[in-house]
């Protein structure tokens, strides 16, 4: 059986990417191997593209009402990814593609990316998304919790916050 790519997993390096950008081309090439990511190619614009790709996907997770944050996730939709394919390319199994053969590694993680924030958000929950409530913390989240209600990027996270508020009674 050959699982979706265009699941959890991109959300998750989404998040990764977003949380602790990539130092430079390499880094991210070896992040994109950590998830499990085929890489067809690599070019010189990758790095500032991937950059790109992370900051026009945090507009989304930063919608304030679900209706922007769809807007924001159609709009780059629309701007990246293509009518489905069903390909075979690397040998492994037969499986769908939303995106051009021969993208760049910048083009992949686009699609790769903002389709599987389109089937997080639509199979999970449109809340499914977000920044860290701790009070001194920016990072992102994505919630792949059984009950959905994450509100914390980390454990870490969570229990300081409880402290705060033990403290702050």
Do not use: F, K
Not at 24 to 36: P, Y
Not at 84 to 108: C, F, K, M, N
Not at 117 to 136: P, Q, Y
């Amino acid at each position: 059986m050959h699982i979706n790519p265009y699941g959890t997993d991109p959300v998750l390096l989404a998040v990764d990417l977003a949380n602790h950008p990539p130092a430079d081309l390499a880094d991210l090439v070896r992040r994109c191997d950590e998830h499990a990511m085929s890489i067809e190619s690599v070019g010189d614009g990758d790095y500032e593209g991937c950059r790109a790709v992370i900051d026009a996907w945090l507009t989304v997770v930063d919608a304030a009402e679900v209706s922007e944050r769809v807007d924001r996730l159609n709009a780059l939709l629309a701007t990246h990814a293509s009518y489905p394919r069903v390909t075979d390319h690397t040998g492994t199994g037969w499986h769908i593609h939303y995106r051009e053969s021969g993208a760049t590694l910048a083009g992949q993680l686009a699609v790769l990316i903002l389709t599987g924030t389109a089937l997080h958000l639509t199979e999970r929950g449109m809340g499914r998304l977000g920044r860290c409530a701790s009070s001194d913390c920016e990072r992102v989240y994505a919630d792949v919790s059984r009950n959905g209600r994450q509100r914390y990027c980390s454990p870490r996270c969570g229990s300081r916050e409880a402290v705060r508020r033990h403290r702050a009674a």
